[in-house]
């Protein structure tokens, strides 16, 4: 008997689809084994990636900004110079634990404005590196402790910097206890006992210095800088600051804060010639350093940038 035409057509086609069912059910099957999937997205890739779409300004940017041209490392360092009649700081305003934080009658004096008469140069000016595609091992995180003492009913460091992944051995020196209060993406809020201590270990980098103050002694004020590098520098009395090993060769960022800067948040605005030669914009200038080169920047910070 002849097998119709319109029967093995129909019987390819059964065959066809059976094929497909199997294969599809086979995939299914595959995507259930998790080994098989490939590398799975993580938070600090997905940063990365937005990074390379936005500045740190919300601004769109090309990503050719995050890739890293150059090659070898430079220092940069310099010194920030107060032009002005340098400010007379006033006693803090102690109105408790006299015998603690006033002793023999003295207050302790504030340290918004610090210009060293001798030099004219500006402390507490805090410069770092707001992006790096290269870290040199000398810059990178590390896991040593770091003290941030309170002493008299001050934080004896005024300017804290810090890499990620650096314990703080938060301590009070005095015979009277301290709230200590740290704000931003690392918030630490705890009563730190006469002659007592508490760590922190802080996991969040922080786009600028966040205050850190005392609910009990409430002239109390530090700022608190981590960052995932040590591509940082808090500037002396003298006003001088040093970054070593920077990446040569490609276009670097600096944010350059100050507490008392009249920019919101403390980005120290600057109009000045030798700023505008730096296209100093939002606190924040650019640079590009040689191999090997030690770039020296003296920097002029009228009294007009700055506020009380």
Not at 1 to 8: G, Q
Not at 174 to 196: C, E, L, M
Request: proline share 6%; with cysteine.
């Amino acid at each position: 008997m002849t097998t119709s035409p319109f029967k093995w057509i129909a019987q390819g086609v059964a065959w066809r689809f059976g094929s497909f069912v199997a294969l599809g059910l086979s995939l299914v099957a595959g995507c259930q084994r998790g080994e098989e999937l490939g590398p799975l997205a993580s938070s600090a890739d997905a940063r990365r990636i937005r990074e390379a779409f936005t500045s740190g300004s919300g601004e769109a940017s090309s990503g050719a900004e995050t890739v890293s041209t150059g090659t070898g490392w430079a220092t940069l360092k310099g010194q920030f110079l107060f032009d002005g009649t340098p400010p007379q700081m006033e006693p803090y305003g102690v109105n408790r634990d006299q015998a603690t934080c006033a002793a023999g009658g003295t207050a302790p004096l504030e340290e918004t404005v610090l210009v060293d008469p001798e030099t004219m140069g500006l402390a507490n000016v805090a410069i770092y590196l707001r992006r790096a595609n290269r870290v040199h091992e000398s810059a990178q995180a590390s896991d040593d402790t770091m003290i941030f003492d309170q002493k008299a009913c001050v934080f004896l460091s005024h300017v804290f910097p810090l890499t990620l992944g650096q314990t703080v051995d938060i301590k009070n020196s005095d015979p009277v206890g301290h709230n200590t209060k740290i704000s931003g993406k690392n918030g630490f809020n705890q009563i730190i006992p006469a002659g007592g201590s508490v760590q922190l270990k802080p996991q969040k980098e922080e786009a600028v210095p966040m205050p850190v103050d005392c609910s009990i002694h409430p002239w109390m004020r530090a700022y608190f800088l981590p960052r995932e590098n040590g591509y940082y520098a808090v500037t002396g009395k003298d006003g001088s600051f040093e970054i070593a090993n920077v990446p040569a060769g490609e276009e670097l960022e600096f944010q350059v804060w100050h507490e008392s800067a009249r920019g919101r948040g403390g980005p120290l605005a600057l109009g000045t010639p030798q700023a505008k030669e730096l296209k100093w914009k939002k606190g924040r200038f650019k640079i590009r350093l040689d191999e090997n080169e030690e770039k020296e920047l003296r920097i002029t910070v009228p009294a007009s940038a700055l506020g009380r």
